[in-house]
Nanobody
Framework: VQLQASGGGLVQAGGSLRLSCAAS????????MAWFRQAPGKEREFVAA?????????VYADSTKGRFTISRDNAKNAVYLQMNSLKPEDTAVYYC?????????????????WGHGTQVTVSS
């Protein structure tokens, strides 16, 4: 499975960005898809997940709940992250990840496939 994230950029605090991740998997609908982020000097952090085998089931980190929305389009082999009310502390490289029939866990070790990241910078 190959993943390609895009959509990052520079935005002011309070603004919005939408990240996209395109996947090459033939059975994309079988993969739980997630977003993680990593700020300089920090560990990779779970952001959100869209579970494959539970329709419309999503999981969010406490820090992003209510501001970020993950969605997937199985027909397009894509997953998205709509980020609203962005804060400077959201600044990080954002990665999409995939886990076959995963349960949407927050540990990076549970995801087998990773894309290259996309930089999100939120200015104050």
């Amino acid at each position: 499975v190959q993943l390609q994230a895009s959509g990052g950029g520079l935005v002011q605090a309070g603004g919005s960005l939408r990240l996209s991740c395109a996947a090459s998997a033939r059975t994309f609908s079988s993969y739980t898809m997630a977003w993680f982020r990593q700020a300089p000097g920090k560990e990779r952090e779970f952001v959100a997940a869209a579970i494959s085998w539970r329709r419309d089931s999503t999981v969010y980190a406490d820090s992003t709940k209510g501001r970020f929305t993950i969605s997937r389009d199985n027909a397009k082999n894509a997953v998205y992250l709509q980020m609203n009310s962005l804060k400077p502390e959201d600044t990080a490289v954002y990665y999409c990840a995939a886990d076959l029939y995963g349960s949407g866990r927050s540990s990076a070790a549970d995801y087998n496939y990773w894309g290259h990241g996309t930089q999100v910078t939120v200015s104050s």
